[in-house]
């Protein structure tokens, strides 16, 4: 019983943080450096979810993340599909943890 | 040819195989993320059903990975609820920015999908497929992205709890590296486009690592995204 409150509970707080934007936005009209402060969400968003994070994936490795970060950029540089740009992350991490750690 | 009325019956019907097909990157992502998720908390004394009751309701990786975690070490309810909040609390500006291409959906729509937002799902919607086409994006088309996101953590977390696929560590690893590798395939195009943005993203990222040394990171990703999208304001040029 407390596990199932515990997981209602969470549902909760994770769905009404997602949940505001859709019910209020609507209500607005955005000024034009809003709109441009939501248009750069996405952007600044990305670089806060990638760093420092994608070094703590293997919180002793870090050389890991960093190793398939690196590998995503140059892939991403030859403007690879993006499923080859994770796949090429994903054959990095692996190929190193199976000859080096 | 383009002109042709058959092609407008398979556009409608495209919008949602496109968004399937757009979403599978993350379904292949989150999958075995999630058997490792499912297995973990059926060793922290879930049973079944709760484990995937929890991946079928918040759909959160990260939180669902703490909270178990939490409910292992012996935490309260009301302390894995509490940090649960802080952790998801981004998605309130991800969600932002997705409403604001979700602006001619209904209501209901809009409040149906905002519960599919995720760091990946965002970035793919956002970033993915092209800035021409966030203004065309329709309702099925996100539905077929983000059930498909949805589908891969939810069965991924049935088979871990079942037991019935052990993945290894070392491939948990790779796969969590491998969406990174999303965000960095997904930011790349437009940042060598725009110096601006990748001028947004660098800062966001300095101002993170930055933060970091004073919060928790629930905390310091969403201060950095308001404070480096603040940016953005004065960088990005009128033609918006």
């Known amino acids: 019983m407390k596990v199932l409150l ?12 997602r949940l505001l934007p859709a019910l209020f936005m609507d209500r607005f009209h955005f000024s034009d450096w809003f709109q441009k402060w939501l248009q750069s969400i996405p952007y600044a968003a990305l670089g806060a979810l990638i760093f420092p994070g994608i070094l703590l994936v293997d919180k002793d490795q870090p050389l ?5 970060g690196v590998i995503a950029f140059i892939l991403s540089l030859l403007r690879l599909h993006i499923t080859l740009v994770m796949a090429g992350s994903i054959l990095i991490v692996i190929l190193l ?5 | 040819m383009e002109s042709k009325p058959p092609k407008i019956v398979f556009k409608s019907n495209s919008q949602l195989a496109q968004g ?5 990157p993350i379904f292949l992502g989150y999958f075995p993320i999630a058997i490792a ?3 973990l908390a059926v060793q922290a004394h879930l049973n079944w059903i709760e484990a995937v009751l929890m991946s079928l309701i918040v759909f959160a990786g990260a939180s669902q990975f703490v909270g178990v975690s939490m409910f292992l070490a012996g935490a309260g309810a009301a302390q894995i609820i509490a940090t649960t909040f802080f952790l998801n609390l981004r998605h309130l500006i991800m969600s932002l920015a997705v409403n604001d291409q979700m602006r001619h959906f209904s209501g209901g729509w809009k409040g149906f999908l905002s519960f599919f937002i995720t760091d990946e799902t965002f970035a793919l919607l956002t970033l993915g497929g092209g800035e021409d086409q966030l203004e065309s994006r329709t309702p099925s088309y996100m539905a ?3 059930i498909t996101a949805y589908l891969g953590w939810v069965t991924g977390t049935a088979v871990g709890g079942l037991g019935a696929g052990f993945i290894p560590p070392e491939i948990t690893t790779a796969m969590t590296v491998g969406l990174y590798g999303l965000f960095i395939g997904l930011l790349v195009p437009p940042a060598r486009k725009s110096l601006s943005y990748a001028v947004i993203a660098i800062s966001s990222m300095i101002m993170n690592w930055a933060l970091g040394f004073f919060m928790d ?7 950095s995204t308001i404070l480096a999208a603040v940016l953005g ?4 040029k009128e033609d918006v």
């Open chain 1, 6 to 17: 515990v997981v209602v509970g969470m549902a909760l707080v994770t769905y009404i943080p």
């Open chain 1, 64 to 68: 890991l993340g960093l190793a398939g």
């Open chain 1, 97 to 101: 943890q199976y000859f080096f750690v």
């Open chain 2, 20 to 24: 399937i097909q757009a979403g599978l």
């Open chain 2, 37 to 39: 998720f499912g297995a």
């Open chain 2, 144 to 146: 077929g992205l983000m």
């Open chain 2, 217 to 223: 990171t629930g905390w310091s990703i969403v201060l």
């Open chain 2, 233 to 236: 304001i004065i960088l990005i």
